[in-house]
């Protein structure tokens, strides 16, 4: 017993540095905020996306429609980089910019996406459907397999045709589902280290 135990005080600190080190080696991955200016939209308003992310990161965002089409925001235009920097927060369409996102039919349930990672992005195929605007082949689904080890924020809003206007009423956004690495896996972070 007392062998035992003098082999484990030997062991015990390097033991102990080991576990300690652990997160040093760990990959970091971004931690995504994402939200609308509200969560219900009738047909002619414009779409506004809130995002802010706690590291610099490269940031894919896409727009999926009622219908299921994925319009690629981030990246804009032919330029991958999709550079985000660290605790800025950024909103798009920024203010001056031409490419509005006009709410349209068909109505229903839609989804904002933001995949952010700290590598370079990969080549994201698309088909030019409006300034900086680009309709994704395979959408959420296509993105998934692109960026396997991204972080992945959702955030979904509702959206009606003008004459349910009278259904529609005033909302105030919710916390995002905040999704790290594959889809299924939630991390809640609210405003942790994003100040």
């Known amino acids: 017993m007392n062998k035992i135990s003098s082999k484990l005080k030997l062991i015990l600190p390097f033991l102990t540095i080991f576990i300690f080190s652990i997160p040093v080696f760990a990959k970091s991955q971004p931690h995504i905020q994402l939200s609308t200016d509200k969560k219900e939209y009738i047909a002619g308003e414009s779409l506004n996306i809130i995002l802010k992310t706690d590291i610099n990161c490269n940031?894919?965002?896409?727009?999926?429609?009622?219908?299921?089409?994925?319009?690629?925001?981030?990246?804009?235009?032919?330029?991958?980089s999709g550079n985000v920097k660290s605790k800025k927060t950024y909103k798009t369409p920024a203010t001056g910019e031409d490419r509005g996102l006009y709410i349209a039919?068909?109505?229903?349930?839609?989804?904002?996406?933001?995949?952010a990672t700290a590598a370079?992005?990969?080549?994201?195929?698309g088909k030019e459907i409006g300034p900086g605007l680009y309709?994704?082949?395979?959408?959420?689904?296509?993105?998934d397999k692109l960026l396997p080890d991204a972080s992945k924020s959702i955030?979904?809003?509702?959206?009606?045709?003008?004459?349910?206007?009278?259904?529609?009423?005033?909302?105030?956004?919710?916390d995002p589902i905040h999704m790290t690495g594959s889809a299924g896996q939630t991390k809640?972070?609210?405003?942790?280290?994003?100040?």
Do not use: H, M
Not at 155 to 174: I, M, V
């Open 59 to 80: 940031v894919v965002l896409i727009y999926v429609t009622a219908a299921g089409g994925a319009v690629r925001i981030l990246p804009s235009g032919t330029d991958l």
């Open 105 to 115: 039919a068909p109505f229903g349930k839609e989804t904002i996406i933001a995949y």
């Open 120 to 125: 370079p992005l990969p080549e994201i195929p």
């Open 135 to 143: 309709l994704v082949p395979g959408g959420e689904q296509q993105l």
């Open 155 to 174: 955030w979904e809003l509702e959206t009606f045709p003008k004459d349910e206007r009278g259904r529609f009423r005033k909302s105030k956004p919710e």
């Open 188 to 195: 809640d972070i609210k405003d942790e280290g994003l100040k």
